[in-house]
């Protein structure tokens, strides 16, 4: 990504949090807010007219949902890969989103580094999904990956090279568990349950903890 601007659309009806996330991303040269909307039909219009990489949409908006613009914007061939910056997270929206295409789902709370970051992992091409509702991936995951139903067992002769300490991490990354949290559920330091967390990921070959949870879904660990 040497050398490039990411043309970025933000979609939010509240203004103080629009200007919010504006300032913050003003203060990245990697990155170029190039429209704003505040409603859906405007969100629309601007997209077309624009024509960004990324667009960051919320699902609440005052005319129309933002899932709806986002299935408008594919009727229309619309290239934009879109991320969900929002503060729903129900098993139906999550689904509905994912089989539309997007490429993130993010919950408002996020630290706002990390929001610059999946920006340009979703640039990039790459998918991201908030931590929090992997258990909602979880429980409906006949619905967004295939399952392959293999066992418990056959999954860990598949990823032998897995602990069983790390077996135990990786469940509860599944359960979107965050490393303190697994630290003081194992009793174990919260390095310590970083450092399984990294083994994990670099084992199952995968780029994040996200991946590495619906890998394990989608292979039948849970």
Request: with cysteine; hydrophobic share 40%; glycine share 4%.
């Amino acid at each position: 990504m040497e050398n490039c601007i990411i043309s970025l659309m933000l979609v939010e009806d509240q203004k103080l949090l629009r200007v919010g996330i504006k300032s913050l991303f003003e203060e990245n040269n990697e990155i170029n807010i190039v429209a704003e909307a505040e409603n859906g039909r405007e969100a629309i219009d601007k997209a077309i007219q624009y024509k960004p990489n990324v667009i960051m949409l919320d699902i609440s908006l005052p005319d129309m949902s933002g899932l709806s613009v986002l299935k408008a914007l594919n009727n229309k061939e619309c290239s934009s890969k879109t991320i969900i910056l929002t503060s729903h997270n129900s098993a139906d929206e999550v689904i509905k989103a994912l089989s539309l295409g997007v490429y993130a789902y993010v919950l408002k709370d996020v630290n706002t580094d990390r929001l610059m970051n999946i920006v340009k992992t979703v640039y990039d091409g790459a998918m991201w999904l908030d931590p929090k509702i992997v258990p909602v991936l979880r429980e409906k995951s006949d619905k967004i990956i295939p399952q392959k139903q293999t066992s418990r067992a056959m999954f860990r002769n598949s990823h032998s090279n897995l602990t069983q300490r790390e077996f135990e991490v990786l469940k509860l990354v599944v359960d979107g568990k965050s490393n303190l949290e697994i630290s003081k559920i194992l009793c174990i330091s919260e390095h310590t349950a970083k450092a399984h967390v990294c083994n994990i990921i670099q084992k199952l070959v995968v780029d994040d903890r996200t991946q590495a949870a619906v890998k394990a879904i989608k292979e039948g660990i849970v």
